[in-house]
């Protein structure tokens, strides 16, 4: 079999994007556009991959970690310059390479395989992967000749009134010869409106020196879209989005209205869970069968157990188990575990908080750095007060307990296993095991007093 290589353009600084992030940073559902491309290009199983860093250089190794090489563009000259930063990588090697725009994140890799599969069957030196645009402004134009064989690419700003007519674009995925590349890269030059060395200019060089070059146009020009600015950054966001729902709704998954379900790109879900309208899950959040999540839900990095329900409520960095009911308006936030069985209902908010089997906080609470057991009743109201302005400390209810509605639990504090805390207490001593504890002032009642008040006006 044939050697593969790929190589990854991102070292631009991506002007168009107007901002402080690089623009192969930018994430299409929260994964960043280069990350994308790489996850796609990673399936072809290469022999190597190259990832050509400039700008953000150090920012998008680390994004990419281990899974690319890297050649530094120190200077960016134009995608020609680029490639050529591989040589020391790649130069003289027998294989096919294949060259990918890091901001292109839509691309598949079926999509990349069918070129390649194109590239070897009609024995072409180079191949690139063309689409047709009802708006090619601002792409490369393929240029034919009369018998419709592929002589050119010609940039938009360099181009006739003629060739601006020409809808079929190139996407910036191509791939070649490897040694032929190379070779050909130091022809290139950089006489052109934009003083740049173009890639595309290789496909011209190749087909003078008598190889073939063709084309292969994909059906879908939304998969090849290259993000330039914020408005297509948009349109790729929406595809993207799209797609990843049309995926979780093929695996049994329900989404009531994918429009407006928004569900990252590493995000799993299991069999016959319903994804209500206006919800957002993040990150590498995972979410198990028939659960209920929305609408109106956000959920970040959070590992959701089986038939859990939450409603209208926000969760971030947190563990919930199964059976667990949430919502609506409730806060939980990083670092809570939510065991089995669980009800936090509205208005309750969580905070580094461990929740144990079956324990309620069913309305207005804030349980904070606490450590709540099994099978424990929160009464409304109730408050951890785990923060003096200085330090937080630690609230531990055991199983069993019931806490009485509007009770402030003062930190570091112990309520016993199975103790009581009569309603509107407030505890600053540890309650032992079975204690019923009551912590406020005596009621006093004043006969008469209203009619009093009344007789000295
Ligand atoms: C490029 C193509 C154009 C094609 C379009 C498809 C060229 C000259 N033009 O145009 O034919 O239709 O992509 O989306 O190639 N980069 C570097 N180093 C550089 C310059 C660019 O690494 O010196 C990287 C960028 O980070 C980006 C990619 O190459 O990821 C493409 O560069 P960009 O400036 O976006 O090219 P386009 O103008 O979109
Ligand atoms: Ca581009």
């Known amino acids: ?14 002007t168009r994007m107007k901002s402080k992030l690089y623009k192969v940073l930018h994430p ?6 280069v990350q994308h491309v790489v996850d796609q290009v990673a399936a072809l199983q290469t022999q190597k991959l190259v990832t050509i860093i400039g700008h953000g250089a150090e920012l998008v190794k680390s994004q990419l970690g281990e899974s690319s090489e890297y050649a530094l563009q120190e200077e960016q000259l134009g995608t020609a310059h680029a490639v050529m930063q591989a040589a020391p990588l790649l130069e003289g090697q027998e294989g096919v390479t294949l060259v990918v725009c890091g901001d292109t994140p839509l691309i598949t890799s079926t999509t990349m395989e069918e070129l390649l599969k194109h590239h070897e069957q009609v024995g072409a030196k ?11 402004t601002g792409y490369g134009r393929i240029i034919r000749d009369e018998n419709g064989n592929v002589e050119k690419i010609v940039e938009h ?5 003629q060739e601006r007519s020409v809808r079929e674009i190139n996407t910036g ?4 010869d490897n040694q032929l590349l190379f070779d050909a890269l130091k022809n290139v030059s950089n006489h052109n409106v934009q003083g740049e060395y173009y890639l595309p200019d290789v496909i011209e060089i190749l087909k003078n020196q008598g190889h073939i070059v063709s084309a292969y146009q994909t059906m879908s020009f939304a998969e090849t879209l290259g993000v330039n600015d914020r408005y297509a950054l948009s349109q790729a966001e929406k595809t993207m989005k799209l797609r990843i729902n049309k995926q979780h709704m093929l695996n049994g998954v329900t989404i009531i209205d994918p429009d407006n379900t928004y569900i990252g790109a590493d995000v799993s879900i299991g069999q016959d869970t319903v994804i209500l309208p206006g919800t957002i899950i993040s990150g590498s959040s995972s979410i198990a ?21 939450i409603r209208q409520s926000v969760a971030h960095n947190s563990s919930i188990g199964n059976d667990v009911n949430i919502g609506p308006f409730a806060h939980i936030r990083p670092d809570s575990m939510i065991d089995d069985e669980v009800k936090v209902g509205n208005f309750v908010e969580l905070k580094k908080a461990v929740f144990g089997k079956g324990s309620k906080a069913s309305h207005l609470s804030y349980i904070g750095d606490a450590e ?19 330090n937080k400390y630690l609230t531990k209810i055991e199983d069993g307990v019931f806490v009485g509605c509007n009770s402030n639990l003062i930190a570091p504090v112990t309520i016993g296993k199975d103790a009581y805390i009569a309603a509107g207490s407030t505890i600053n001593q540890d309650v032992p095991s079975k204690a019923l504890s009551i912590a406020r002032a005596r009621q006093v009642n004043k006969e008469n007093y209203i009619d009093k008040l009344n007789k000295n006006e």
């Open 372 to 390: 709540v057991g099994a099978d424990v009743n929160i009464g409304c109201g109730t408050i951890t007060v785990n923060y003096d302005g200085k």
């Open 289 to 309: 069968s028939n659960c209920e999540i929305g609408p109106h839900t956000e959920i970040r990095e959070c590992k959701i157990g089986e038939r859990t329900v």
């Open 173 to 176: 995925t191509y791939c070649f």
């Open 157 to 161: 700003k360099d181009a006739s009134e």
């Open 28 to 33: 299409v559902c929260g994964k960043p556009m």
């Open 1 to 14: 079999m044939t050697n593969r290589f790929a190589v990854i353009l991102a070292a631009g600084q991506g």
């Open 126 to 136: 180079a191949t690139i992967l063309t689409a047709h645009a009802e708006d090619p």
